[in-house]
């Protein structure tokens, strides 16, 4: 893929298999990672680094990864960027009622990824 067609991805969580299978997702579709934890001052990283687009675990309600989303969203710097939100949950409603464009109900194939990317216009190519 063209350097100059690659989209930083940022990936926000804390469940330590989630941010794993995340960060190996990231790579294999050859897009830089950008990663930071829900406790990370994660809005003005996404600004600082401009993702494409900003895959977020979403985890019990009322938690930091529910209140993340609702900051992205609130923060015109970043509230346009595309937000796939991921959750163990039946959270679908929620989460696009909360701001997300996509939601992926966990466990994610690397398949279901990539068609989030490709549906928030992200081109994937995969690493050889």
């Not at 298999?17 to 995340?22: I, R, T």
């Not at 001052?41 to 600004?47: C, D, L, S």
Request: charged residues 20%.
């Amino acid at each position: 893929m063209n350097k100059a067609l690659l989209a930083k991805i940022m990936v926000i969580g804390d469940d330590s298999h989630f941010c794993y299978l995340m960060r190996r997702y990231v790579r294999e579709s050859s897009h830089p990672l950008v990663f930071a934890y829900t406790h990370d001052n994660f809005v003005e990283m996404a600004q600082q680094t401009h993702p494409a687009a900003i895959v977020l675990e979403a985890s019990l309600p009322g938690s930091a990864s529910w209140l993340a989303l609702k900051a992205l969203k609130a923060s015109p710097a970043v509230n346009y960027i595309p937000i796939i939100l991921c959750s163990w949950e039946d959270e679908g409603v929620r989460g696009v009622e909360n701001g997300a464009d996509i939601y992926l109900r966990m466990p994610i194939l690397f398949n279901d990824f990539l068609n989030a990317l490709a549906r928030v216009g992200i081109p994937v190519d995969l690493v050889d």
